[in-house]
């Protein structure tokens, strides 16, 4: 009997995030289709997702260490801990026996592009999952990148990064969302609900944000509103607390911290915002859109890519004004809040099915 293809994917780690969503999705399709799939992760510690891996039927394994040490170093004792990691980790991947190699983010696929011939595997890939925070085109960074089969990215703004430092094809994978059974539906509540879903942190603009909601705050007459900030506490929480707390928005800002279940959230929502200086594609935006959320988002490369070109509630960017007046104009007006939400909702369905990425990878295999 012939055995199923083998598929590996390395990951930094297996908490929720949202290349790890994506590679559970990933690796749930693989299985239904009849792959062996199994899943490498950096450290010693199993993460939220793990039982949702082993759920979906995939292998788990731990390397034991942290993904860089698997870096180049300058320092003669960081040089011996470089040398003797990249084995180890060689050892580990040769071990799976491999027939493909799918790394989600910077760590993982710069690990992988540098050893991945060694390992058996005839196919790997590097999978860019943002606009290119952490690469810094360094030569050894530009020749993993040119050394594996397959260069894919998540959105156009990573694969214009990319397109500096290659001369490959780049194939163009959206993010698969899934499409919840339920939708928005008027609620006999009378608070306006509106979130942000995404982390506290330097990639995100939430003061910009802030601003609009002063402004909707201090305009606000008539309906009673909410601003929920949902994520976990990076390097801007103080920051941004800070500037709630300065301004006297604590009545109507909450910041709810990690939420494990989102869509419970978004469901009890009435708008969606999305303040960002610079994203992929990202999930904040498409989780929003997949229950039937209008959203008011920066008028960034991802965000275009999520919504459309032509979607009109896109705003420049730090301009705090016309995000407020474009908020304003959802709150005072139920009818087009359904009205975008189901064009965003039916936007999903077009361009982000899960198993259209499924099957885009799969193309890509090639074994």
Known sequence: MKQPNRIVIVLNDTGRGGAETQAL???????????????????????SYWGNFESAGVHLHLTGFNAKLLLPSNSLRSFLNYIRYNIQFIRILRSLKPQVIVPFTYLPNVAVARCWRLTGAKVSFWNQRDEGRMFQGTTWEVKALN?????????????????????????????????????????ASSKIRVVM?????????????LKAWKIIVETNNTKSIELVLAGSDGDTASTIKQYIADNHLEDTVNC?????????????????????MKEGLPNGIL?????GLPVVATKINGAIEALGEDYPFLVESYNEVSFAQMILQLINDSDLRSQIGLQNRNRIKEQFDIDKMVNQYQSLFKI
């Not at 899943?39 to 510690?45: C, E, I, P, R």
């Not at 089969?149 to 993010?175: C, D, Q, V, W």
């Not at 990690?258 to 999305?274: A, K, P």
């Open 197 to 209: 879903v995404a982390n506290l942190h330097g990639y995100k603009d939430h003061i910009t944000l």
């Open 147 to 187: 050394s594996v089969t397959e260069i894919i990215s998540n959105s156009l703004e990573g694969a214009l990064f990319l397109k500096n430092y290659t001369k490959r094809p780049i194939s163009i994978l959206h993010n698969g969302v899934v499409l919840p059974e339920f939708q928005i539906r008027p609620t």
């Open 25 to 47: 999705y990933l690796s749930k399709g693989l299985v239904e289709r009849g792959y062996e799939v199994h899943v490498l992760s950096f450290g010693s510690k199993k993460g």
């Open 256 to 276: 709810v911290g990690m939420v494990t279940n989102v869509y419970e959230l978004l469901v009890s929502s009435d708008i969606g915002v999305f303040s960002s």
């Open 287 to 291: 989780e929003c859109m997949a229950v």
